[in-house]
């Protein structure tokens, strides 16, 4: 399969965000939210082993092999495609997880999800992404997924944590704002400086969705993070995509600690 590379890049640095419809099937995205709902139980269980996101929202990194179908996310044409075009043939997969706005969860402020580094706000270039795939079909009431397109860059220094723009400027996100309602087999990539927020969910469901996070050699975002793979694991999957990952080799799996904390996030956005 070829993907056009000038539509990816087009996409990402114009609007700050793209997709790909049905890139994997019902019964697959069945299993990933399976194992969601089990690791967000674990993770319940044990101390900053899911960190809120605000109010009835949740966010919980994940180790690799936790997750049935990480390997055909690694591996998928579209996926593989994305990654190297915008970040170069040497990335590096740092993150893995998931966040659930479950019924009552809020607006969150508008916000990027760290501050714009160097090479993006002098450089003009992007060096990380962030892929999302629902694990369910995603309707208006459930909470859809707000983006400001063409804002990732935006200079946001002088605002707090240089990631949340003060209410003053959110009229500038409201008018450009594109409601995404990603359905099941869908997956999306976007710069995470892209100002975004989730909305309301005002269902009786929750809405989870796997995240994967992707640096360029020169981000720092693994330090954020702790992807732990096994030996067993390892000898299990294919060199193109061990070669594409930033991980701690480990005896047996262990709790992940969380450091990605966002602090603006616990409060809702009214």
């Known amino acids: 399969m070829h993907y056009d590379i000038g539509q990816i890049m087009g996409g990402l640095y114009g609007d700050g965000i793209i997709g790909l419809k049905g890139a994997f099937d019902r019964d697959w995205v069945l299993r990933m939210g399976e194992d ?6 674990e993770a319940r269980s044990v101390p900053h082993g899911a960190l809120p996101r605000g109010p009835e929202r949740w966010y919980v990194e994940v180790q690799p092999e936790r997750v049935r179908g990480f390997p055909d ?41 760290f501050p714009a580094p160097e090479a993006t706000m002098k450089g003009r270039r992007l060096n990380s992404l962030a892929f999302n795939l629902t694990a369910v079909d995603t309707t208006l009431e459930m909470g859809a997924f707000e983006v400001a397109p ?43 400086l892209t100002i975004h927020r989730g909305t309301a969910n005002r269902s009786s469901v929750p809405r989870p969705v796997l995240v994967v996070g992707v640096d360029a050699p020169d981000a720092t975002n693994a330090n954020h993070h702790d992807l732990q793979v ?3 694991y390892a000898a299990t999957l294919p060199a193109r995509v061990l070669d594409h990952l930033t991980y701690r080799m480990v005896d047996k799996l262990e709790t992940v600690e969380q450091h990605h904390v966002i602090e603006g996030l616990l409060k809702p956005a009214y």
């Open 150 to 192: 063409g804002t990732q860059w935006d200079d946001l220094s002088g605002c707090t944590n240089e990631m949340f723009p003060p209410r003053e400027l959110w009229p500038r996100f409201e008018e450009r704002k594109v409601q995404k309602l990603a359905q099941m087999g869908d997956i999306s990539a976007r710069s995470a």
């Open 73 to 113: 996310i690694a591996t998928h044409p579209w996926f593989v495609a994305v990654c190297e075009a915008v970040l170069g043939p040497e990335y590096k997969i740092v993150e893995i997880g998931f966040d659930i706005p479950f019924p009552g969860a809020a607006d969150q402020p508008w916000h990027r999800d």
């Open 230 to 232: 096994t030996e067993g």
């Open 36 to 41: 969601i709902e089990q690791l967000f139980q």
